[in-house]
């Protein structure tokens, strides 16, 4: 029922584009898994508060304490958002990469890590420093929970290991068993990062309920735009770990030594990892965004969303040409991320088309998961080709795909123009 709940208010909806046919259209953005139309309600709140914004934790004047108070009951407000433990942390970050990243230097010593070849490079890549084993791609959420649990038990037992699996992938936009890979990789004594890029926007994500150890998300997906990202998790790793950059904030104490050095007592909270002036503005949004997104209700969000996902896949059927990718199989759950080759069409002109002639913005290339996609597509999943090839003539295999993603500001119209177009 679509009356569930009307989409949620967001900026950018009233921009029109002229057309390559004559005349105009109000731009339709489809492409909210790589950055989502930040709410009004973020707006709103960022504009309120824009104004009186002073440094944080350092000055005693009062937009100094205004500022810090904000940053700080940002910090809590995503804590209630991801159901944080009480000893857990939440370091604020520039994105989900940066997130990612801050992990992977934090790493015990010989610490074994654990990725699927389907994740999106910002999960495949921080590790390659580690003793990484790249997991080949299931066919099923339970083979995911299979080829984990083969491989943890073949690890050195004694020393640390982590897991790294994102719930929602930003190509099929299919569920991936989280709770099941948290407690496999416990049941073996490791660890679990949960990358929440896609499903924290589309999702209620709690960090105890689903029992992982760490989850990273970005502001700019989740309808709060200005670089902000988020790791929230346990503190141990991180409170041990070198500060991911050296400065102030992060340093409780700095003096010389008598043999002229410098000594540096850093601070074992989040600030261990937050040095130099933060994006307080930036925080402030993710936190006004978790709030909207909090009162609106997940369950009317996702009922809503859901309806949206059943009419793409619907329409797209109809659409005798058109081949949706698929890891999980048709009756896999999805957030409203769906990707699709058109037979007989190069990807990226199809994308150019729907912009061009429809005002329908979308993404097409291989979306920074180029072992996924190829997989997907039936080719060489360690081809080393360019991510975004064009496809050589129409008939040929396509070597890159096209995504439509839409939530919680999606209008019906812009379904229904996207599904006129294609067809
Ligand atoms: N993980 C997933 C699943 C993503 O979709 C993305 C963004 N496309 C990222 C990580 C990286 O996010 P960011 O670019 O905000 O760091």
Same mark, same amino acid.
Request: glycine letters at 8%.
């Given at each position: ?15 029109? *584009? ?37 440094? *944080? ?32 942390? *939440? ?79 930003? *190509? ?42 760490? &989850? ?107 081949? &949706? ?99």
């Amino acid at each position: 029922d679509p009356s569930v709940c009307a989409p949620l208010p967001v900026l950018g909806q009233d921009v029109t *584009v002229p057309l390559v046919t004559g005349g105009e259209v109000v731009y339709a953005a489809l492409d909210y898994a790589a950055s989502a139309p930040a709410l009004q309600r973020v707006w709103d709140d960022v504009a309120a508060y824009a104004p009186y914004y002073g440094s *944080v934790h350092r000055g005693a004047g009062y937009l100094s304490q205004l500022s810090t108070d904000l940053f700080e009951n940002s910090r809590r407000t995503v804590a209630e958002f991801l159901g944080c433990r009480a000893e857990d942390q *939440v370091v604020f970050t520039r994105s989900t990469t940066d997130s990612l990243n801050l992990l992977a230097a934090a790493l015990p010593a010989d610490c074994q890590v654990f990725v699927y070849e389907t994740e999106h490079h910002a999960s495949l890549l921080p590790w390659r420093d580690a003793r990484v084993t790249y997991l080949d791609a299931p066919r099923t959420p339970a083979q995911a929970v299979e080829t984990l649990e083969r491989a943890l038990a073949d690890r050195d037992p004694y020393g640390p290991a982590l897991v790294c699996v994102t719930g929602a992938s930003n *190509v099929t936009g299919e569920l991936w068993p989280v709770k099941e890979l948290a407690a496999a990789a416990h049941a073996h004594g490791a660890r679990i990062v949960l990358d929440a890029a896609q499903l924290a926007p589309h999702h209620p994500v709690d960090i105890a309920e689903l029992d992982v150890d760490w &989850v990273a998300f970005s502001g700019h997906k989740l309808y709060a735009p200005f670089g902000s990202g988020v790791l929230a998790g346990r503190a141990d790793w991180l409170r041990e770990a070198e500060p991911y950059l050296a400065g102030g904030g992060a340093s409780r104490k700095v003096s010389r030594r008598a043999d002229g050095g410098v000594d540096v007592d850093w601070h074992t909270t989040a600030a261990r990892h937050e040095a130099g002036s933060p994006n307080v503005i930036g925080v402030y949004s993710i936190a006004s965004a978790c709030k909207a997104l909090t009162e609106a209700g997940f369950d009317n969000l996702v009922a809503r969303e859901q309806e949206l996902v059943s009419r793409v896949r619907e329409g797209l059927a109809e659409v005798p040409e058109v081949q &949706v990718l698929s890891l999980f199989g048709d009756d896999a759950p999805r957030v409203g991320v769906i990707s699709f080759v058109v037979r007989g069409w190069n990807s990226s002109h199809f994308a150019a088309a729907l912009s061009a002639e429809y005002g329908i913005g979308v993404r097409d290339g291989l979306f920074c998961a180029h072992p996924l996609v190829r997989t997907l597509l039936g080719s060489d999943p360690q081809d080393p080709g360019e991510c975004g090839a064009p496809e050589a003539e129409p008939g040929e295999r396509s070597l890159n795909a096209i995504r439509v993603s839409f939530g919680a500001g999606t209008p019906d119209e812009h379904i229904d123009r996207f599904l006129r177009a294609v067809s």
